[in-house]
C-alpha cells in the first residue's frame, strides 16, 4: 500500500460532466503533484503545489483545474474533458518542492476514461 | 537529444537470472538518480535514491551510477517473476526546483 492515497480509483465519465480526483498524503510533505500519464508512456508532470500555492502550470488546459486545500489533500477538478485525456491521473509528494532533489512518491493512480 | 535515455526493451529473462536495466544522461548538471518500478495498473514505487557516484545496494538492487559516463544502471539479482514490471530511471537537478525527468521504461518480464 502508497502512502499517497487517491480516489476514486476508476472514474468514467462524458465529454460534459464535471468530477473531481482527490488525492491525500500524511507523510507531512510540503510539496504535491498531478501527473498525467499515457499506456507505454512516463508520467508528464501537470501541477506542482508547494506548500498550498501553485508553483508550477506545465501549459494544461483550463478543463483541468487544480486545487490544495490545505497540506494534506490536492484536487484536480475535471470539466468539458476530451477523450484524448483518457489516462492514469497520478498524484505524487515530496516533503519540499525547492531543492536537495527529494524523492517523489506516487500514488496508484486514477484510471480515467472518457466517453 | 533526450535529456534521459534509457533502453526500451521489452526485457524477458529466466528466473534467477541477473537483470541489468540503463539510462544515460545528457546534462551533467544533474545531481540525483531515482529508479521506480511500475506493475501494471499501479503508480510508480521509489525503489532506489542516490546523489553520488558509486554503488547503492538494497537487498537484490544494486543502483550504480558514474556521473563521468552520464550512466545510471539497476542490478536486480536472483530475478523472480514478482519482479516483472516496468522500470523507470528519473533524474533531478536538484536546486531550485524538485523537477523529475524520466525515462521512456524498461518492460522486464521474468519467466518461471
Known amino acids: 500500500d502508497t502512502e499517497v492515497t487517491q480516489t476514486p480509483k476508476h472514474l468514467v465519465m462524458g465529454m460534459t460532466n464535471k468530477k473531481s480526483l482527490k488525492c491525500e498524503q500524511h507523510?507531512?510533505?510540503?510539496?504535491m503533484y498531478w501527473y498525467k500519464q499515457k499506456a507505454k508512456k512516463p508520467p508528464e508532470l501537470m501541477f506542482v503545489?508547494?506548500?498550498?500555492?501553485?508553483?508550477i502550470n506545465e501549459s494544461v488546459p483550463s478543463r483541468f483545474s487544480p486545487e490544495c486545500p490545505n497540506s494534506s489533500l490536492l484536487n484536480l477538478h475535471l470539466h468539458a474533458l476530451q477523450p484524448e485525456d483518457s489516462a492514469l491521473y497520478l498524484c505524487?509528494?515530496?516533503?519540499?518542492?525547492?531543492?536537495?532533489?527529494?524523492?517523489?512518491?506516487f500514488g496508484d493512480g486514477t484510471r480515467l476514461s472518457i466517453l | 537529444q533526450k535529456e534521459v535515455e534509457q533502453d526500451p526493451g521489452p526485457l524477458s529473462v529466466p528466473e534467477g537470472a541477473i537483470v541489468s536495466l540503463n539510462c544515460t544522461y545528457s546534462?551533467?548538471?544533474?545531481?540525483?538518480f531515482m529508479w521506480y518500478r511500475q506493475y501494471s495498473r499501479k503508480g510508480p514505487e521509489l525503489l532506489m535514491y542516490?546523489?553520488?557516484?558509486g554503488n547503492k545496494e538494497d537487498g537484490r538492487f544494486t543502483a550504480q551510477v558514474d556521473k563521468s559516463s552520464k550512466y545510471i544502471s539497476l542490478f536486480i539479482r536472483d530475478s523472480q517473476p514478482s519482479d516483472s514490471a516496468t522500470y523507470l530511471c528519473?533524474?533531478?537537478?536538484?536546486?531550485?526546483?524538485?523537477?523529475?525527468?524520466f525515462g521512456t521504461g524498461t518492460l522486464l518480464a521474468v519467466q518461471p
Open positions: 542516490t546523489y553520488s557516484s
Open positions: 528519473a533524474v533531478n537537478y536538484g536546486g531550485a526546483t524538485n523537477k523529475l525527468i
Open positions: 503545489y508547494s506548500y498550498e500555492k501553485l508553483s
Open positions: 507523510m507531512g510533505h510540503r510539496a
Open positions: 546534462n551533467s548538471a544533474f545531481q540525483y
Open positions: 505524487a509528494s515530496s516533503l519540499t518542492w525547492d531543492g536537495n532533489g527529494q524523492p517523489q512518491h
